[in-house]
């Protein structure tokens, strides 16, 4: 079956606090864009990687793509106002039937083995979202006072969010709503179950300048 990988690379850094946004940090000699473009193609070399880049930062996608190895399919597609938009310009790249597979850029630490368990999940049941458990404890807040949740009956999400391509193509064709914080929920939107796979503790997202180095440290284990 065909296999597409929309890697979602629209931030501008803030939260980094840095020039560049921190998919092109490097971490290991190489930005943090190539080591998930490269996760993909060492795990299906026959993947087509649709790229979505903030609109400023398109040319600078493109050079770093020439530097890739023998240069793979990959496509490069401006992002939007809000995730879902940016995920939806990325989906149009999507014509035939397939696994899709929607990534966050800065989750570069993500392993082959989960990439093939989110396909292979995706294909038997139509969705695949990674997962793993809390470990702290969780409090909800209501008013002025908190009470405790069970911490058990809670995951985190994490991504690659896997699904079959006539699954995940209608949902994107719905009106946005402020609901939806990521594909599973704009899925769940259409009436479509939402499986869960496990995820992977390592599998972090890259967001503050902490997380470059515990990054740093995985590589090198």
Do not use: W
Request: charged content about 20%.
């Amino acid at each position: 079956m065909k296999k597409f990988a929309v890697i979602v690379a629209g931030g501008t850094g803030s939260r980094m606090a840095t020039a560049i946004p921190k998919q092109f940090l490097s971490i290991g000699g190489k930005p943090i864009l190539v080591h998930s473009i490269n996760k993909f193609i060492n795990t299906f070399p026959d993947i087509r990687i649709i790229l979505v880049l903030h609109p400023s930062f398109i040319d600078q996608g493109k050079l770093i793509i020439q530097t890739l190895q023998g240069i793979p399919d990959i496509t490069i597609v401006a992002g939007g106002e809000t995730r879902f938009h940016s995920v939806k310009n990325g989906l149009k790249q999507v014509k035939d039937n397939s696994i899709v597979f929607v990534h966050d850029a800065v989750r570069c630490m993500v392993s082959e083995s989960l990439i093939k368990r989110c396909y292979e999940q995706a294909i038997e049941k139509g969705t695949a979202i990674p997962a793993v458990s809390i470990a702290d404890s969780i409090r909800i807040i209501e008013g002025s006072t908190t009470r405790v949740i069970d911490r058990n009956l809670l995951k985190a999400i994490q991504t690659p969010q896997t699904f079959r391509s006539e699954i995940i193509l209608p949902a994107f064709e719905q009106e946005y709503n402020t609901a939806f914080t990521d594909e599973a929920t704009v899925v769940e939107a259409t009436g479509n179950e939402i499986f869960l796979i496990e995820g992977e503790k390592e599998n972090i997202k890259i967001t503050v300048p902490a997380d470059i180095t515990l990054a740093e440290l995985l590589l090198v284990r």
